[in-house]
């Protein structure tokens, strides 16, 4: 801070810019590994933690588990990032933080996603989908879209998080969303938020603090394989009743949108069920050294792996065939 005095001896305040709060300066003030660390000393702790889950989500076990007790009651849902710097959000936003300085807007995400999508149906592709499930397959391999992959499994979403970049510490996300707020895109219309923009650049207020999960189930074997949900919604905005701080500073729009492009509050325990926040997140550090042993692990006890969660088709009619044949023979 600087003051300076003129001839008059008036002082004028001015005040030096603040370091920029990153996604990974928010996340790891508030991991669970650092409110729970007895449950996050070894791999084979965090892994049991998360089958137990499983298992409590399939029926199995009918105790709720550590997850739950350090988290929410409440229906949750899951991501894995190989990279703990990254924040939670869609592929077509990073793309745009990428590519300009600007503070995307949602005009700006409404209007690319529209230009992908007229792109793709010029060169064939959606024949007979609507425009969302067009939105949902693109999704699932690697085109830029809104949406943002989670599993409703814990297990399938923890691979994500160690399958590469062993170096490099991944991130474990908890979601849960706190009302009921379901969208589909197979119905044949217009895409559930196409009308939602109010002005060129912004949304309305219930569009932008609004976190969607799609109902919609997988529509190819790859997103059943990994369990795949989405979530949609708004470009996050500042609001007074949603802030986020870190070390007494509260983060500004730019800021917000580096943790993720959703409104989620991200906490450090479990959730206070009056919660204003449309969605709320937990985040768990996974340390590089973990990586191999996890996938280890996801393979030999659950038979979790490249092969499985990236199930390839292309084979798919020699394959038949060939076991057709070899039975066949067998007769």
Known sequence: MLFITNSRQQRIFMSTPRTTITAEALFSSR???????????????????????????????PTPTAMRQQTSAAPLLFRGQSNHKYGLSA???????????????????????KSVILEMQNRGLGRGMTQGELLMLLQHHGAPTRMIDVSDRPLEALYFAVEGNDATDGRYFILTLTGEDETSLSKPTELPWANNARGVQQSTSTWTQAVKLVEDRPLDARMSAQRGRFLVGGVTRSYSDLNVNLDGQALNAAELQDVSMLTIGFLKRKANPDTSWPALGWSIRIPAGWKARLRDLL??????????????????SWTGVDAARKELYAL
């Open 91 to 113: 592929s077509l936003h990073r793309f745009m933080r990428a590519e300009t300085d600007e503070t995307i807007t949602e005009g700006m995400l409404a209007q690319l996603e």
């Open 31 to 61: 991991e669970l590994n650092k409110m729970h660390p007895a449950t996050y000393l070894q791999p084979e702790a965090f892994f049991e933690m998360l089958q137990a889950e499983q298992k409590f989500i399939t029926g199995q076990q």
């Open 299 to 316: 393979d030999s006890e659950e038979g979790i792996n490249h092969n499985t969660i990236y199930p390839d088709l292309s084979h798919v």
